[in-house]
């Protein structure tokens, strides 16, 4: 079974290339949304070979096309297939997926505005959180955001402190209906209706790091990994592109929401015992940016049970699953914690014996008003022990 994506755009069959409907046109069968089915001209695809697009899609993929097998497929999408597209979806889960793509909204969004795409940060919230997008405010930043509601951004934008940006909503981008509105985002009123890209230029607000953040931009009851304890670890976890953090006995979830912050690929499950304070660490991960963060509810180790194996693990609270944690770790994964008692020092102390790495003291002083002059406020000192999990390769004679 031959799987051929076509991407259409909003100026439909008169706007694609003749190499994309020579595509279409030796389709047996023909999948795609009404609106874009209706774009094929009959004479080209039968109206009996044009199959809607059920509800919902996903669970129906292996199914209604199992009942066109030795069959051509075609299947429209929307501009660039493999944008936030069914594109995507397809080329994971079947074998023989050929994409011939059109000019993606993005591209068209940036011709119209005139912004370089080395400049233009893009944000997909197409079945996702709209908070992801606050991941890339900061002043001065411009973004294109695909799948949101203007309105929805606009109220996030004003909640964030950005309520003076620019906002331009671009509808039907390349087709005979395409038009555009403008306003701030304090004062939106304009409701999109259809496909449109929504355009962003940040004002206001504050300039948040992507690591780095300072205490104050979380929500936290005293519970927290505080910035210069949280450079120290997240150091030797070593965030990579796509990896996998456990955050145990998460706090406030500061681990877990900058190692998220790192790359957008990045992936996080905070555990914490406490309810309120797992609610909080909800909280701030929408507000910083990273709602995919997910979140248990429960005590470790008997809280790690079932949850995918990680690439690396933070343990801030619940030593006691430190073993367990180990064990879980992937080859070549990291581990990092802390602890702040002699019992629970004594804890890492045996790790570090049966596993090496490094074990080192973190004392922290900052400087404060002394009668007249200024002396040294010395922190509680953490017992900090990283180490690094041979890889199978390591492990072989």
């Known amino acids: ?117 080395e400049e233009t940060e893009v944000v997909s919230v197409v079945g996702r959180s709209p908070h992801r997008v606050s991941r890339a405010l900061a002043p001065g930043r411009r973004i294109l955001v695909l799948g949101a509601a203007p309105d929805e951004i606009a109220a996030l934008l004003v909640a964030r402190g950005f309520g003076e940006s620019a906002m331009t909503v671009l509808e039907q981008l390349g087709g005979p209906a395409e038009r555009r509105a403008d306003g701030v985002a304090r004062t939106w009123s304009h409701t999109a209706g259809g496909l449109h890209v929504l355009a962003i230029e940040c004002a206001g607000g504050p300039a948040l790091p992507l690591l780095g953040l300072p205490d104050d931009a979380f929500e936290h009851d005293g519970q927290l990994t505080r910035r210069d304890l949280r450079a120290a670890a997240l150091a030797r ?101 802390h602890a702040v008692t002699l019992e629970s020092e004594q804890t890492l102390a045996r790790a570090y014996a049966a596993h090496g790495g490094e074990l080192i003291r973190v004392a922290i002083d900052h400087a404060a008003p002394l009668g007249g002059f200024t002396g040294w406020t010395p922190g509680r000192t953490v017992t900090q022990w990283s180490a690094a999990k041979p890889t199978e390769a390591r492990g072989r004679p």
């Open 237 to 337: 976890l070593t965030p990579v592109p796509g990896e996998l953090l456990w955050d145990v006995g998460a706090g406030a979830g500061s681990v877990a929401i900058e190692w998220s912050r790192a790359h957008p690929a990045n992936r996080a499950i905070a555990v914490e015992r406490d309810p309120a304070r797992a609610a909080r660490i909800t909280r701030n991960a929408e507000t910083l940016g990273v709602p995919e963060l997910r979140v248990v509810t429960g005590t470790a180790p008997e809280a790690l049970a079932g949850l995918p194996a990680p690439h690396a693990v933070f343990v801030g609270g619940g030593l006691a699953s430190v073993e367990t944690c180990w064990s879980a770790l992937l080859p070549g994964g990291r581990l990092v914690a």
């Open 1 to 117: 079974m031959t799987i051929v994506v076509v991407g259409v755009g909003a100026d439909g069959w008169a706007g694609l290339a003749e190499a994309a409907r020579a595509e279409i046109a030796a389709c047996d069968v023909l999948f795609g949304a009404p609106r874009q089915l209706g774009l094929v001209p009959g004479n080209v695809v039968p109206e009996t070979g044009k199959v809607p697009w059920p509800s919902p899609l996903l669970p129906a993929l292996d199914e209604i096309f199992a009942a066109h097998e030795g069959k051509r497929i075609g299947v429209l999408a929307s501009g660039d297939p493999m944008l936030s597209g069914i594109g995507t979806t397809l080329v994971k889960r079947f074998p023989d997926v050929r994409v011939v793509p059109g000019v993606s909204s993005v591209a068209l969004a940036r011709a119209r505005l005139g912004w370089a795409a």
